[in-house]
């Protein structure tokens, strides 16, 4: 697959994941803490995009 495949479905994922956290109607369909869920989202990609580094650096060397 490519690049941009994959950044796609990546997205889409993402988007799929976070819209049913999204408050519509105000208060009343709100998570208990939107601050909290979009911090674990944050800090899981930011863990994702330094394990990919290290990951690539390692095959990179190893080579």
């Known amino acids: 697959m490519k690049k941009s495949g994959l950044a796609l479905l990546g997205f889409a ?3 799929a994941a976070v ?3 999204h408050a519509q109607d105000g208060c009343v369909t709100s998570p208990e ?3 909290a869920i979009l911090a674990v ?3 899981a990609g930011a863990f994702f995009t ?3 580094a290290r ?3 390692r095959r ?4």
């Open 13 to 15: 994922f993402i988007l």
């Open 19 to 21: 819209l049913p956290l």
């Open 33 to 35: 803490n939107p601050t």
């Open 41 to 43: 989202i944050g800090t």
């Open 50 to 52: 330094t394990a990919r």
């Open 55 to 57: 990951i690539r650096a």
């Open 60 to 63: 990179c060397s190893s080579k």
